[in-house]
């Protein structure tokens, strides 16, 4: 816990936890008992469940291929050891030490910041309405799996005629866009409501609603399945993967290091903001998960562990989707390749590799013409760069794989199972971003959690209804690119100045080694000091450089062409866009203004539900009372039959 044994820190403002200066005193009564995790294993479950997500299937595989392969896995380790670990292990620390959700903690430090937390709340609610569209998409997915020819196999047809739209494009992209969608060709077009996806969208939100009723307790049930079912699934595919011709292609593509990538800065910005993002940095339910736990557990080693597991999680995640994509790569190009030389009735076409084609093409067959068709290159490697990012490789590129497997139902429903689980277990973690603080904070709300709950879940429902438009889509990707990115990035950075520089770097050390009864590396007071603002400095100018240089764009489909194209944002989108960043931001400025307008009156912030409550937990908390003598002297204890603190009186804030 933080305590006052040293003096304060130049910049620690006029009040701080032990001394908070405004002269007015109130006795406070701490709670007797919090909510606490049944277990370790619960807890662990919990934080890999949330850290590991949808972005570490379709994002990563995307950017380590796009990005020079083993160079841009190397990149990635060497800033996940020198900026991830540590910013994970300081919200680890912070949760844990003075048991409170965001909000709590940074008003703990001082009261100026207690808008870091809101802000936290702020996205993680703005991250909760579109990340639960996705929830929603995978369970149309999935109903649509059980079927033993599955409707994205083939291009229907109107009469005798297959529908233009399908063969233009695929059977998978004609289901995606015109069927589970139902996409309009711009942002502009806005639809009427898709009222499947209106249904998917209520049992996502009806499923986070049951698995967060009873908090933790709840919650922590769920994990055993909800974090264990991806390993399992993504162990079946990847067994399954390295055993279909063209997986070594797969992966070799992937992971062939191209160490030139590394002077682009563009690389190093993009490397950073998965880090940022698959550890779940700055949303505040690091926080909320970590404030549940007993006082003595080790956080420094779960620091390590969890995020170990989330960069093999990637790992393991990029061999499964590469392997798949090698294989349809190459029956894709193989079956390329039969049809060019059949129009051209040349002989062995069955024996021919694709590399005896490919030097067929450059050096005879692109010269040729032929009337009605026209002879193409059938690269294994452009088929490897088509549908790999995000929604196009979940719903697109991996759908069209699976056709191709024997008994491609069962994979289909294990495949969209394991992204329903992972979307789940991340949502948990984004709804405890936003419910503990505010619970935390607010007596009322903790004292109707259940109706809170299910408010919450009401109206995430309600707002959701704007993505479930033929337009939803855009409005989803536009949520995804604008309304987390750059408020976290902030938040992040006002979060290690207020430890490192506000508390002091020094003083959170010393709390740390009374908390875990272990001295911690001293490394961590650089790294918090200088080597992680600095970066996180470098990303946020990276990232709004990027923003000023390129206007924002979307990527749309054009039903006429049956293609995707890239068009600019009108201006009233990107003034959405503007005011979702502006808004998830403004609480920082906004509590630090509230806070010096209270100074300025004489009042002092109210900050009684915001201190330590004792964590019941099955394990113990045993931490020695002497540890909390600084925050404790001349206040008056109350003592359970156990010896362990009942409640504290404290006369002077």
């Known amino acids: 816990m933080m305590t006052s044994e040293k003096p304060p820190l130049p910049g620690d403002g006029q009040r701080d936890e032990a ?262 940095l700055g949303f505040g339910s690091v926080i909320a998960y970590s404030s549940y736990n007993p006082r003595n557990n080790n956080c420094h080693r779960d620091a390590f562990t969890v995020s170990a597991v989330n960069f093999l999680t990637s790992v393991l995640a990029s061999l499964v989707v590469f392997a798949v994509l090698g294989f349809r790569a190459k029956t894709i190009a193989t079956n390329c390749v039969k049809r060019n030389l059949k129009a051209i009735n040349a002989s062995n076409v069955e024996n021919l590799t694709l590399n005896e084609y490919e030097h067929w093409y450059r050096s005879e067959g692109q010269h040729l013409k032929i009337p009605d068709y026209n002879i193409t290159a059938c690269s294994l490697e452009e088929e490897l760069k088509q549908g790999v990012e995000g929604t196009g490789l979940a719903f697109i590129a991996f759908t069209e794989a699976m056709t191709l497997f024997p008994w491609s139902p069962f994979w289909s429903v294990l495949f969209f199972l394991m992204l329903l689980n992972l979307g789940l277990s991340t949502m948990f973690g984004t709804m405890a971003g936003i419910l503990t603080p505010l619970t935390d904070t607010f007596k009322t709300l903790r004292n109707h959690k259940l109706i809170f709950t299910v408010c919450s879940c009401a109206l995430g429902f309600l707002i959701g209804l704007m993505f479930t438009q033929r337009c939803g889509n855009y409005f989803v990707a536009m949520f995804d690119d604008y309304s987390a990115t750059l408020p976290l990035i902030i938040v992040v950075i006002f979060q290690t100045f207020s430890v490192a520089w506000v508390y002091g770097a020094d003083r959170f050390l010393e709390d740390l080694r009374q908390m875990l009864n272990r001295p911690v590396p001293v490394v961590y007071k650089y790294l918090w000091k200088y080597v992680c603002p600095v970066a996180m400095l470098g990303l946020l100018g990276a990232s709004l450089l990027k923003m000023i240089l390129n206007r924002p764009t979307y990527t749309a489909w054009n039903r006429e062409k049956a293609s995707k194209e890239d068009l600019p944002y009108p201006g009233w989108a990107l003034a959405v866009l503007s005011t979702l960043i502006i808004v998830a931001f403004l609480p920082v400025p906004i509590g630090y203004l509230h806070s010096l307008l209270l100074d300025r009156l004489g009042q002092s912030p109210a900050d009684t539900e915001a201190r330590y409550e004792p964590c019941a937990t099955t394990d113990t908390d045993l931490t020695p009372l002497d540890t909390l003598h600084p925050l404790l002297e001349g206040n008056h204890l109350s003592h359970s039959p156990n010896g362990h603190i009942e409640s504290v009186q404290s006369s002077v804030l």
């Open 19 to 280: 001394d908070l200066g405004s002269g007015v005193e109130q006795a406070v009564t701490l709670e007797t008992a919090r909510d606490g995790w049944d277990s370790k294993v619960e807890y662990f479950l919990a934080q890999v469940g949330f850290s590991v997500g949808l972005g570490n299937v379709w994002r990563f595989p995307y950017l380590c291929h796009q990005n020079g392969g083993g160079a841009f896995i190397l990149l990635y380790v060497v800033l996940m050891a020198l900026v991830g670990v540590p910013l994970f292990f300081l919200e680890l620390a912070a949760g844990q030490s003075i048991r409170q959700g965001s909000i709590g903690v940074w008003r703990h430090i001082s009261p100026k910041l207690v808008g870091i937390g809101y802000s936290s709340c702020v996205v993680c609610f703005f991250v909760a309405l579109y990340y639960n569209v996705i929830i929603g998409w995978s369970i149309f997915y999935l109903g649509n799996s059980f079927q033993y020819t599955l409707p994205w196999e083939k291009c229907p047809t109107e009469g005798n005629i297959t529908v233009k739209e399908c063969a233009a494009s695929s059977p998978t992209s004609y289901f995606w866009y015109r069927k589970a969608l139902d996409i309009t060709d711009s942002i502009n077009e806005t639809g009427e409501f898709n009222f499947i996806i209106t249904g998917c969208l209520l049992a996502a939100w009806f499923i986070v609603c049951l698995g967060m009723y009873k908090g933790i307790k709840s919650t922590g049930k769920v994990m055993y399945f909800s974090s264990v079912f991806p390993y399992v699934v993504l162990l079946c595919f990847l067994i399954r993967g390295v055993t279909l011709d063209g997986a070594s292609e797969g992966i070799k593509f992937m992971f062939y290091p191209r160490l030139e990538i590394w002077a682009d800065v563009q690389v190093w910005r993009q490397a950073a903001t998965q880090v940022f993002f698959a550890l779940g």
